[in-house]
């Protein structure tokens, strides 16, 4: 083996220490007895790992179970603030919510995943599970789609060759085909709809986000109940008022660049 190939092959106690943080990310918290049964690894090894997280205050641990530790959250919003765009469309976030009444989220796209920046509501939000922070395949949601409609076409296939496209709901797009023929109209108007393909009665708009160099980083999308937001509200209206926003900081990201 070369030496380019040792140095490229990834670090194993990193992986399993990765592993243990998914398991608690996903369980809400967990105790040394079930993440070793999970794992299929002894106890011993995970304690170890466990114990070096613990240490670094990466996890806490409370009545024999071990959780997520709060220096994430650290992490997370330094990772949000480096992001150019994220303070530029938090003001016009807010100002969506108050002049449609709904949910509007910021997010960006981080890897071959979207992910839940920043949320604003109006008076009368629908209330659903998705959470700052939150991953979420591309394809399932109208701001991943958006997204997707402006990357250059081999980074396309990539992700659908690496994540393929998993079903949400019964209304998720789950053909290739179908898929990149939506992308073809999306990149045509500008915006994409999601009709319940995240979550079933919801209806969302999204438009993506685009850096100096037209590079999508990021959307904002409009979302709310199938009853109230279908016809004109959602073909029309949201679309013009989303669209606008995007213009504003697109301005605004140029003059910066260009400054």
């Known amino acids: 083996m070369s030496g380019n190939e040792r140095s490229n092959r990834p670090v194993t106690t990193t992986e399993t220490s990765f592993r243990i943080l998914e398991l608690l990310k996903a369980n809400g918290g967990s105790s040394l007895a079930a993440l070793a049964e999970e794992l299929d690894m002894a106890r011993s090894t995970v304690h170890r790992h466990l114990l070096t997280l613990e240490t670094n205050d990466l996890v806490g641990r409370e009545n024999g179970e071990y959780y997520l530790g709060l220096r994430f959250l650290d992490f997370g919003m330094r990772a949000r603030d480096r992001l150019d765009f994220y303070h530029v469309a938090r003001p016009l976030v807010d100002r969506l919510a108050a002049e449609t009444d709904e949910k509007v989220w910021l997010v960006a796209k981080d890897g071959r995943f979207s992910v839940h920046l920043y949320k604003a509501y109006g008076d009368n939000p629908l209330e659903t599970s998705a959470r700052v922070g939150q991953r979420r395949h591309l394809h399932q949601l109208a701001a991943g789609k958006a997204i997707l409609s ?58 993506p986000i685009r850096d100096a160099d037209g590079y999508p980083v990021g959307a904002i999308s409009i979302s709310g109940p199938a009853n109230r937001v279908k ?24 003059y910066a660049s260009d400054g």
């Not at 980074?155 to 179908?178: A, K, N, S």
């Not at 045509?188 to 438009?207: D, K, M, Q, W």
């Not at 959602?234 to 990201?253: G, M, N, Q, T, V």
């Open 150 to 207: 402006r990357l250059p076409d081999e980074e396309v296939r990539d992700i659908l060759d690496c994540c393929g496209l998993p079903e949400q709901t019964e209304h998720t797009i789950t053909d290739r085909d179908e898929l990149l023929g939506e992308l073809d109209g999306i990149g045509e108007r500008g915006y994409a709809f999601n009709r319940g393909e995240s979550i079933t009665g919801l209806n969302a708009v999204g438009a």
């Open 231 to 254: 016809g004109g509200l959602l073909r029309e209206e949201l679309p013009d008022k989303l669209l606008a926003a995007i213009d504003e900081i697109h301005i605004h990201l140029r």
